[in-house]
Structures are given as structure tokens and as C-alpha cells.
């Protein structure tokens, strides 16, 4: 039973560093991109007041971004699953497309626009691939399995008294919370942990500026 309590600690170990690895890289994946987003909108501004519509656009894009994955009425968002539904930035670079520069300056705006369109639209399909997490259920079935055996055996041949329940209780409910953190992290646009919206909503208060 020293075994499988050691096995288990180690998995789980492993299984916590593999989420908080895909929390973080889904993070700086989502401030790459606003950041990404607000260039694009000053590199249309300076190439000139033909791209205003486009620049509209891409504020009503991160306003309809922000509100579907953090909702301003505290509910669950359901963020990228609605958030694929929307071709409003594909529409973007159809925009910049039909852009016809007369000057070097705005033939270099516009190449510069296209490829942070281009990066934007790939952040927003690795985001929506990414959706399923990075821990199995078989894995995660194994694993609770073996603490549900480890516990058995700790209380198997202890005294059936009460301080004997509440340390087994308190334990098993620590063990269970660290799970539930571990699949928390997993999910970063869903649930009690998610990643910030902060940059996301500095970028709306900037666009069209």
C-alpha cells in the first residue's frame, strides 16, 4: 500500500504540472493575443480613415469575445464554443484585403495587418482545439481508484471511533480538492479558475483610439 500511495502522489504530481502547464501556455497564448489584436487596430489607424469599419468590427469581435467567455452577469460563459460561431474576423482580413494602398507606408501597414490577422485567426483554433483538456478519463479513473484503495486500507483495521472518521474525512476531502483544482486548471475558460480577462479588457478600452 506504500507503493500505490507513492504511484498515486507521483501521478498526480505529474498530472497537476501538465495542467498548470496548459493553464499558463493558454495565458500567454491569450495575451499574445490582445496584444496582437491592439497592434493591428493602431497599424489601421495609421494607415488610414478607410479602415474605420474595420476597426469597428474588431472592437464589436473582442466586445462579443469578452462577453461570451466572461460573462458581465457572473454565469458560466460557454465562451469559445460560441465564440466559433462568429466570422467576424475572418471578415477582418477580407477587409484588409480589398485595401488598396497608394503609398509604401500603407503597403507595408497592410502586409503588417494581414500578418497579425493571420496569427489571430491561428490563436482562436488552437484555442477552440485545445478545448478537451490534457488529462484523460481513464487516467483520471485509475488514479482515483488507488486512493480509494489506500483509504481502505488505512481505515482497516483502525478503531471504529470518531476521531478515526473525521481524520479519514478530512483527509479524503483534502486528496478530492486536489483534484478538483488539478481539472480546474485543465479547463481555463471554464469553471471556478480561469485565465484572466484583464488583457483582453484593457485592449476593448483601447480600440478605436
Given at each position: ?87 467576424a474576423v475572418e471578415e ?118
Amino acid at each position: 500500500m506504500g507503493l500505490v500511495a507513492t504511484m498515486t502522489a507521483l501521478l498526480l504530481g505529474l498530472v497537476t504540472a501538465s495542467a498548470r502547464s496548459s493553464f499558463d501556455s493558454q495565458d500567454a497564448a491569450m495575451r499574445t493575443n490582445a496584444t496582437n489584436i491592439l497592434t493591428l487596430d493602431r497599424l489601421l489607424a495609421r494607415y488610414g480613415p478607410e479602415t474605420r469599419s474595420t476597426r469597428d468590427l474588431i472592437r464589436k469581435a473582442v466586445a462579443f469575445r469578452i462577453e461570451t467567455t466572461w460573462p458581465s452577469d457572473g454565469s458560466a460563459g460557454s465562451g469559445l464554443a460560441q465564440a466559433q460561431d462568429t466570422p467576424a474576423v475572418e471578415e477582418v482580413e477580407n477587409q484588409i484585403l480589398q485595401l488598396a494602398p497608394a503609398t509604401d507606408a500603407q503597403r507595408w501597414f497592410k502586409s503588417e495587418a494581414l500578418r497579425l490577422t493571420e496569427d489571430v485567426i491561428k490563436a482562436r483554433w488552437r484555442a477552440l482545439g485545445s478545448q478537451e483538456g490534457s488529462v484523460p478519463l481513464l487516467f483520471l479513473t485509475v488514479v482515483i481508484f488507488w486512493l480509494t484503495v489506500t483509504f481502505v486500507s488505512f481505515g482497516l483495521y483502525a478503531p471504529a471511533n470518531a476521531s478515526v472518521i473525521i481524520v479519514l474525512l478530512v483527509s479524503a476531502l483534502s486528496v478530492a480538492a486536489a483534484v478538483f483544482l488539478t481539472l480546474e486548471l485543465d479547463d481555463p475558460f471554464e469553471g471556478l479558475i480561469t485565465i484572466s480577462s484583464g488583457p483582453m479588457r484593457f485592449v476593448l478600452t483601447q480600440l478605436g483610439q
